[in-house]
């Protein structure tokens, strides 16, 4: 259940593949530090926090996690719900959200809740991180224009209308800042790999601001600077009211977090040919939540951008996450107070950058062109993200995606009387012909479950004249629900009561014959008039047929038969 893919790694582990994941480790690092700056401030605390959290979180997971290369930090995902908690709740709140966070995480992941999270919807999925996307650029509209206003408003349209309301401060120095940095990431992928444009667009746009003391809001200026030691851990006290109120946004920064590091660990897998554990790193992201919490840092997971870096970096083993993390401490100690000179402007076009990358537009309009109810699950969890609360998004967006499902199932399942010819009668009922009168058969395909359950119902209503005896046949019904038993239930004591008989042919998965010993209804109905096929079903009816009406056998149709001469 819990076992770190660190211990398998070293077992065979060289002196070159140390280098190698040395390597990818400082390379990740320098990548990491402008992107956990970036997150902190954007989800509305201190930046040091977002470094805090990619060194002792970040530690965690890659020394304990499942996944040989998974890179783990404050990610975008969680900039939406972090800062409506800080707003709501202070800094506080955000440290005893993340510890609950973390506790859920560790149950998830030793109730093995691992494998199930990959069965959340795609549109879910595509919809929620697309909202978060725009919501992201929608913050650093702010700082990339250098608008001379208060703090944001929380609500995307309380936004705009404020950018719109003070449109005529823009610093036309950051604005070109933010520009400039948005060019360097982009075109410098073309001319040096290796080195991260984020990294050359900090450098380059800080060495411009500081020298030429052009007049733009910097790290420094706003919050001061940056602290170059670790704070001491406190552990956060949590009492039952405290609970209540911070147990939702807890779960959702649990469910995001799960998703986040499993998609991160599928996508690395898919890279080096690697197999991870999902519990095992589902309880490495909960304790790497709770020392982040512990630390006074922000919730963290697998970081999808970072991981890639990574792996084409070289890196193979956990080694390597374990030294991104001694590169940003390093950092940290040594180079914090020359961070403070950042421009805010250019974390603002990283974020830009961030948002866009995070949008997956082509995903997002694949799945509106697909099917309808894709596209409704899609769009509803999309707007709902922008406009309302991320909570709220993917708790109506799971439950639309689960109503659709239903829908989806109903539709294709069927329950129709059926019509056979004299071929398919067996060798020993061929003189029949045709079914005799009073026998009517009808056939179920599909699951019959709660939502075709009435369709069942409904079909019994059509039968004409009295019926003797009732066959259905099962053979493509692969489940049945405790409403389909119970239909089930009510159909054979309805037609008992007329002193007819069920019977029900190829009922033979193992799911339903289960559920039917479960329930009894193979007593109620009689282990004989449960029959493998559909030709020893009319056996059977031969047999009935042939029998005198007896109003003891209607009531016990499983006793054996006596004849008085």
Known sequence: MFRPKILDTLKNYHKDQFFKDVTAGVIVGIVALPLAIAFAIASGVSPEKGILTAIIAGFVISALGGSRVQIGGPTGAFIVVVYGIVQQYGIHGLIITTFIAGILLVVMGLTKLGNTIKYIPYPLIIGFTTGIAVIIFSSEVKDFFGLEMGNIPSGFISKWLVYIQYRSSVNIYAAGIGVFTLMIVLLWPK??????????????????????????????????????????????????????????????????GSIESLLSAVVADGMIGGNHRSNTELIAQGLANICSSVFGGIPATGAIA???????SGGRTPIAGIVHTATL??????AGKWAAL???ATLAGILVIVAWNMSEIGHFMNVVKGSKSDAAVLVTTFILTVLVDLTVAIEIGMILAAFMFTRNMMQTSSIKQAVFSPDQLSDEIRDLKALPDGVEVFEINGPLFF???????DAMKVIEG???????????????????IRVLREVNEEIKRK???????????????TELKKARLLF???????????????????????QPTDINDIQNPGSPKVIKK
């Open 499 to 513: 002193g007819a008989r069920l019977i029900l042919a190829e009922a033979n998965s193992l799911q339903v014959i």
């Open 342 to 344: 950042i421009p805010m």
């Open 306 to 312: 970072r991981t890639a870096t990574n792996v084409k």
């Open 191 to 256: 001319v040096v790999r290796k080195v991260p444009g984020s990294l050359v667009a900090i450098i380059v746009t800080t060495l411009v601001v500081h020298f030429f003391k052009i007049p733009v809001e910097t790290i420094g200026s706003r919050f001061g600077a940056i602290p170059s030691t670790l704070p001491h851990p406190i552990i956060p006290g949590v009492s039952l009211e405290t609970l209540q109120q911070l147990i939702r946004p807890a779960i959702t920064i649990a469910l995001l």
């Open 524 to 546: 109620q109905i009689g282990k004989r008039n449960v029959t493998p096929t559909y030709e020893k079903a009319l056996a059977r009816t031969q047999e009935i047929l042939e």
């Open 329 to 334: 401490l390093i950092i940290m100690f040594f």
């Open 466 to 484: 009295p019926a003797r005896i009732l066959i259905v046949r099962m053979r493509n019904v692969p489940i049945i629900d405790a409403t389909g």
């Open 451 to 457: 939502g075709v359950a009435y369709k069942f119902k």
